[in-house]
Every structure is written in C-alpha cells, then in structure tokens.
C-alpha cells in the first residue's frame, strides 16, 4: 500500500522521485503526488488522482525543480481517492509531509488543532500530523526536534517522509508500525518504502528500526531511537537488478510472473536438498535443534498466503503427525489465544511487511511459543528480522498485486517443512526418499502445465459474460479452489467462491443452474470417487462444469475435460494452481480489467 519516496542531493531530485513513484506502482494506489524545495523557489507541489504517468505528465509541463523532495502514492483509507486528499500534505505553505499507515487518534488531534485555529483542507486522517508538526514548531524551531515532539503524541502506525522551507537542506524519516529503509548516495541520501525505488540510484541501504527517526542531509544520516538515543544501523548492500520492473514480452507483470513459476522453484530448491534427502541446513543452523522440540504448529498468514497455510495443515498432520491450527493474522491479533506446549509460530508473507501477520508475530513473542519462523521472500523485511528463524523463498520480485509464483513457492517451502519436521514420526521413514524424487520434478511439471496456456486461455471465453464462479476441491485441493476462486474475482472481478466439494449440498448446490460455472480439481487420489458424485450433482442441476484432472474422462455436454500431467498426490496443490491462475489471468484480459493493479487493492499491505 502506498508509497513514499525522500531525496536530498546536490543535483535536481525532481526524476528521482518519480522514477522511484513508478517502481512502486505495484503496491496499489488511487493518487499520486510530490513536493520540492529549491533553494530559490521555495517550496512547489504537484498532486493528482490517477496513475503516476499523470503525475509525471503535470512535472513535465511544469518548471518544478528542487534539490530536495518528498512524494507518494495513496492508497485510499480516510476520504475518497481525490487531489485534494491526495499527499504531500502542507501546513501554512511552511511544513510538508508524506505519511503511510493510519493515525488511530487523528479525530483527537483535528478537535485539539481546530481550537488552536488550524484548517483542514482534506479528510485525510495524515492532514492532523502536518499540522501538529506545525503547531510543535513553534516552540521547537528543529525540524529533528519538533517531530520527535509530534510522533509522542501519535497513535497507530506510520511512516512519515517530512520537508520544511525553513531547513531546505535536511529530510526526517520517521519509521512506526509501517517499513522505511534509507538509501545511501554520494553527495545525496534517500529514504523509500521499499528499496526496490532507490534501486535506480543506489544499492546501500539502512533498514530502520521500530521508532527510529533519521535525520538525512546531502552528506549525513544520523538515526535516534523513539528515546532519543542516537544509534548507528548497519548498511546492508541489496544485489537486486535496478531492471526488475521490466515486463519482456509479457503484455503484464501476472502474466510474466506465472510463467517465471518453474525458475523461481529451481531457485528455492537450489542447496536444500541433497541426492535423496533433505538437507540438515535447510532452514538454518539453528533449526534443528528447535523443530526436535515441536510438538504443536500454529500457522498464521493473510489472503493468498492463508490458503498457503491451509495446505500445510493436510501435509503437516499427515506426515509428521504433528497437531496444526492454521488462523488468518487480523483474526488471531485479537481473541485470547491458548498457546501448546512446545507450539512453533509459523508466519507467512510475500513482502515481510504485512500489517495484521507483523503484529500477530509480535503478540506470538509474548505468550509463550516455542519459537517463531518466518517463510517470506523479502530478506531485509521486518518479518525476517524480527523472527527466530527464517526461510527466504527467493522468488523474486513480484510486482502484480494478485500472488501467484510467491504463491507456488510457498508451498514448495511449506513441503520442505513438512519434511523437516516429518523426521519425528517414525512412519514416515522411507517416504522422504521417495517425495525428494518429486520435488525436484516440479520445475518440469510446471513447465508442462504452462503448454496449456493456449488452450486456458480458448476456455476463457466461455468466462466473459458470467458474473458467478465457483470452485470445487477436496482435502487439500479445497484451499486451492479457494485460492482459484480469489485470483478470478481480484482481476476478473467476477463473484468467485470456493467450497469443499461435499459441501455442495449443505447451501452452494441452490446457486447451480446453466449461468454458473463451476471449476473442479480433480486429481486421481483418494478422494476422487466421492469427487465424481459431487459432479454429478452439479450436472443434474444444469451446471456446467470444467475439470481439471489427470485422469482419462470423456467430455460429454456440459463437461470440459483439461487434462494435467500425473503427479504425486502430495504435490497436486502446487501443480494444480497453476491452470487456475492461467484461466483467471485470461478472463481479465478478456473483460479489459486493470490486471497488474486491481481497483481497491494493494501489494503490500501495510494497515490493518
């Protein structure tokens, strides 16, 4: 969710900062905006609703130019997407910022700031930390001091870029609740919500701490705790390519995403597994030792990630005979919670900075697990630094909103797991030989699955007109359909649900009728037969029905058959994913939807 970018230079930082706003036009936004101080012209702004493109439109026609800046993309929370709510916010032409995250107290605070005379020209909840910044000003004329006096007085979460006319030479980041890194240049600094916008202009970054505030001039960062208590961080180097963002022959970041599934698996699987086993190294030195004292699993995660951790559940339980409770973050945070002896607290997210899962981990730390691990893709996020343990899935960057190669390494990492932690269940001895063997097949698995782009993406025409889907699956193809179900509506924005097959009965059977699809996963294991019956009652009804399966059925009326390779059982939720991430993708191409960036979603989302 939004995004801010800060520079401070000897040179113009004008195309700086809109190359960094364009980097993070995957996290999702509704309003673009920017501030500069030049040391002749004072302080000059430019916002409005819509794409940064617009944005960069208005800077190209302007005369802007500044030495130092701030700006951002919003992603709508308090008042509608609008270029009066759009940020930078100003206080008397003098104080500017750029805030992500939410201010809890902000109704406290306009009430206290409209008797001390302050207006309010948005309905932003941010507009009341400009203002209080302004009016703590006046007794602190240090812009370091002044905001050290405001964030006291601060309730929720946020990351805050701040500028003023009177000290056009230095910036303040300030880091609560929501990620901000500060980049290090030569004769100019930096600070960003992601490092992947500075990567155009440097590779050395700062990763601040919850509650540091830094001070950051052309030629100096300095950074103070919330206590005031002036640290050093360390510098760490990032290797990522400033290239990341280039789609290549793909029409859209989804679509090259997906087809980057088989390399990003080979990647995650690259020094984890040994000829038949997997290695004792795999998730860190310090592993081992904890996971022989696991007795219990708690798995806690949101949206894509969640159906992730519904799958792990059917592989841990059954491999390991360890007991597993899976709980979406948001919900988790806030009931009382009985923890088991010896229970490991197991996070997943794509970025490391997932608002409900970061604070679900921070509660888990203070109620007596065992011990934490994070599975994420981002190394530097706050997630991994702040976890006991820590599997990096080495996806790469993923810029479209709606998950899908963060979401197949997921589970390659959470079948890695299961087979870490499978080695206290005598029953299973044998079998790892056997699951390493089909592992290591997946990258060419999905590769064949991929063949069938052109045929999925024929299917998607039946799609266009239907405003219903639903999804059918059983054991742990039922998360899948659920994950299947929640690609189609974020993109397509088609109503898509996803059920356990022999739930059709118990409600979702009286929705079937000629105008509902109904998408089935149908693997050859156990579950099958009962499988079939299900089928044959949505038939009955007049539904009509795609299947995907990789056993020999004939496709009579009503019934398209699309045929997947043989897999092991085990795998079938990894492989099976992805046909339902092909048809979701191909029907929003269909219906002309904004595919990379879905209306009223966000890649990372940083607020509750």
């Known amino acids: 969710m939004c995004g801010i970018v800060g520079a401070v230079s000897y040179r113009g930082v004008e195309r700086i900062l809109i190359d960094g706003l364009k980097r993070l036009e995957y996290r999702g936004y509704d309003s673009a905006g920017l501030a500069l101080i ?170 601040l701490e919850e509650g540091d505030i830094a001070d950051i001039s052309c030629d100096q960062i300095h950074i103070y705790t919330a206590e005031d208590i002036h640290v050093e961080r360390p510098t760490r180097i990032l290797e990522l390519q400033s290239d ?101 607290f197991i996070t997943l997210s794509q970025s490391g900075e997932t608002a409900d899962t970061l604070a679900a981990l921070r509660l888990a730390k203070k109620i007596g697990f065992l011990s934490s691990l994070a599975i994420c893709n981002a190394p530097e996020s706050s997630l991994v630094r702040e976890s006991d343990l820590h599997f990096m899935m080495r996806a790469g960057p993923e810029i ?90 974020e993109i397509s924005y088609i109503h898509a649900e996803g059920y356990p097959a022999g739930e059709l009965k118990h409600g979702p059977l009286a929705l079937v009728d000629k105008n509902m699809p109904v998408i089935v996963i149908a693997p050859n294991d156990d579950l099958l037969e009962k499988l079939k019956s299900n089928l044959q009652e949505v038939r009955a009804r007049g539904g009509e029905l795609y299947v995907f399966t990789d056993t020999v059925q004939t496709a009579d009326p009503g019934i398209h058959i699309i045929n997947m390779p043989s897999v092991d059982p085990i795998l079938a939720p990894i492989l099976y994913t992805i046909p339902l991430q092909l048809l979701a993708y191909h029907v929003a191409v269909l219906k002309g939807t904004d595919i990379d960036q879905p209306r009223n979603l966000a890649k990372s989302v940083t607020v509750e």
Not at 38 to 61: A, F, I, P, S, W
Not at 283 to 301: C, D, P, S, T, Y
């Open 38 to 207: 030049d040391r002749t012209k004072g302080l000059q702004r430019l916002r409005t609703q819509g794409k940064v493109q617009n944005l960069e439109t208005l800077l190209n026609q302007s005369s802007l130019q500044g030495h130092m800046g701030i700006a951002h993309t919003r992603w709508a929370t308090h008042g509608i997407p609008s270029e009066q709510n759009a940020h930078p916010l100003m206080s008397h032409d003098e104080l500017v910022i750029v805030h992500n995250g939410i201010i809890e107290n902000h109704e406290e605070l306009k009430n206290f700031l409209l008797k001390e005379g302050y207006q309010f020209f948005s309905d932003t909840d941010s507009e009341t930390v400009v203002h209080l910044l302004h009016y703590h000003s006046k007794q602190y004329p240090d812009l370091l001091k002044a905001t050290q006096q405001t964030v006291k007085q601060l309730e929720g979460s946020y990351a805050l870029g701040i500028a003023s006319i009177h000290q056009p030479e230095r910036l303040i980041a300030v880091c609560h609740g929501c990620p901000l890194v500060v980049g290090k240049g030569m004769g100019e600094n930096f600070f960003a919500s992601d490092p992947l916008a500075l990567l155009s202009v440097t590779k050395e970054f700062i990763f």
């Open 244 to 344: 990341f963002a280039d789609r290549g022959e793909y029409r859209h970041y989804m679509c090259k995403e997906i087809f980057e599934q088989p390399q990003a698996i080979i990647r995650l699987l690259e020094g984890r597994l040994g000829r038949n086993t997997l290695l004792d190294s795999a998730f860190g030195l310090k592993a081992n030792e904890i996971f022989a004292r696991v007795q219990h699993v708690q798995l806690v995660a949101c949206g894509t990630s969640y159906h992730a951790a519904m799958v792990a559940r059917y592989w841990l339980e059954a491999l390991t005979g360890i007991p597993c409770s899976v709980e979406i973050a948001s919900e988790f945070r806030y009931r009382k919670t009985v923890v088991p002896a010896n229970s490991l």
């Open 400 to 489: 479209g909103v709606a998950s899908t190669k963060a979401f197949t390494a997921q589970l390659t990492a959470l079948l890695l797991l299961t087979l870490e932690l499978s080695h206290q269940n005598p029953s299973f001895l044998g079998t790892e030989k056997h699951l390493v063997t089909e592992i290591k097949k997946l990258p060419k698995q999905i590769e064949s699955v991929l063949h069938i782009n052109k045929a999925i993406a024929k299917l998607a025409e039946n799609f266009v007109d239907k405003e219903h889907a639903l999804f059918l699956g059983r054991g742990a193809l039922y998360p899948i359909a659920l994950e299947g179900a929640l690609k189609l509506k």
